[in-house]
Structure formats: C-alpha cells, structure tokens
C-alpha cells in the first residue's frame, strides 16, 4: 500500500494554486483565434481552458489521472500583466512557446519534477534540535541526494525549455520570441527591485495585522 501510494503521488500533477479567471472566446474572440492558429500550426489538440492571472508570466498545466491519458486537461494560464508589457508579435511568441510545451508532452513529467525537487529540497533543510530519529535520516538522504536531482530537474527543465523556444521560432518569429524573453527579463527584474524597495516596505508597515 505505501509503495502504491508513493507512485500514485509521483505519477499525479502538481496542482494549481493560482486563482486565474477564465476567459472564453466571446470576451477575447482575436487571442482564441490566434490560439487556434497556433494549435493548427503544431499540431495539437484542443485547449479545455484559457485563464487570465495576474502574474508576469504565462504556462501550461496538462491535468488529469495517469491511467486516463485521452481525459487529460490542457489548460493555458496568461498573465495579465505580460499581455500589458509586450506588443502583438511579442506576445504572439510568448504564446507559441507556452503551446509548444504541450505538443511535445512536457507538462505531466515537468510537474512532477518540479514538485519532487522542491519536496526533496525541502527535506534536506536544517532541522530543529528537537527532531526525532527518523526525520534525522530522512535528513541525511535528503542532503545526499536532493543535490544531485535538483541538477538532475533543473537539465531537464532546460531542455525542455530549449525544444519549446524551438517550436515557438518556428510557428512565430525567432526574433520575436528573443524580444519577448528580454522584455520579460527586464520586466521581472523591475518588478522585483520594486517589491523590495522602501515604498512596499513602508505600505507594509501601515498594513492592518
């Protein structure tokens, strides 16, 4: 039964924790079209949901049992404010990319080794002094082996990150997609400095507790 569990545990997508809304092709009737276009282009099959979230980011979640391949939910999640930062083409690049993961099946496995790095990451932390004989060597498991997988996921995230950019050159425009990247780097970096910077620190302060 444990060992069972384990697998089902492995097997099964990260859930998502963000609370996007739903868009439909009535509210946006220009981005399903493009989506569409996009999917024709690399051969996918059809998206069940397109959400809006307020992160600067976009991805793709693929949902649903192992044991049931064909009831597997591929659900696109775009950021708000990265539609506001990049123009058409750019945006349009960004996209492609995000599509370009599913048509080559990275969600399901990509899920899985981004939560099972940081569980084992998590394990290998520090432990309090009062911690009992059994999460010590969990612990010393952890800090052998949470390394060597994290270098292990981190490979494979990059590799799949490249086949992707690949796939986005292709049905967008290679030039775009690099325009796109910078931006959002750029971007990001900004948005970060910000949230560290004296003015959130004092909002928080005044903040009611």
Not at 9 to 25: I, K, N, R
Not at 113 to 124: F, G, I, K, S, T
Not at 183 to 195: F, M
């Amino acid at each position: 039964a444990g060992v069972l569990g384990l697998l089902a545990w492995a097997l099964w997508p990260a859930p998502s924790a963000d609370q996007a809304e739903g868009l439909t092709p009535a509210q946006a009737p220009g981005l399903f079209a493009e989506l569409e276009r996009l999917r024709a282009t690399l051969a996918l099959p059809r998206l069940q949901a397109v959400r809006l979230s307020d992160a600067l980011n976009a991805g793709v979640e693929e949902t649903g049992p192992i044991w049931w391949p064909w009831a597997q939910r591929r659900t696109l999640v775009i950021g708000l404010p990265l539609l506001g930062l990049l123009d058409e083409a750019r945006a349009r690049a960004v996209l492609a990319h995000e599509l370009a993961h599913l048509s080559r099946r990275h969600g399901r496995l990509g899920h899985w080794l981004y939560r099972a790095r940081l569980a084992w990451l998590a394990l290998a932390e520090p432990l309090p002094p009062d911690a009992s004989a059994y999460d010590r060597g969990v612990h010393q498991v952890a800090q052998r082996f949470a390394p060597w997988f994290a270098r292990r996921a981190l490979a494979h995230a990059r590799h799949c990150e490249h086949e992707a950019d690949a796939g986005a050159a292709a049905s967008s425009s290679a030039a775009a997609l690099v325009d796109a990247l910078l931006w959002l780097d750029l971007g990001q970096r900004r948005l970060a400095a910000w949230l560290a910077g004296p003015l959130i620190r004092q909002v928080r302060k005044v903040q009611p507790t």
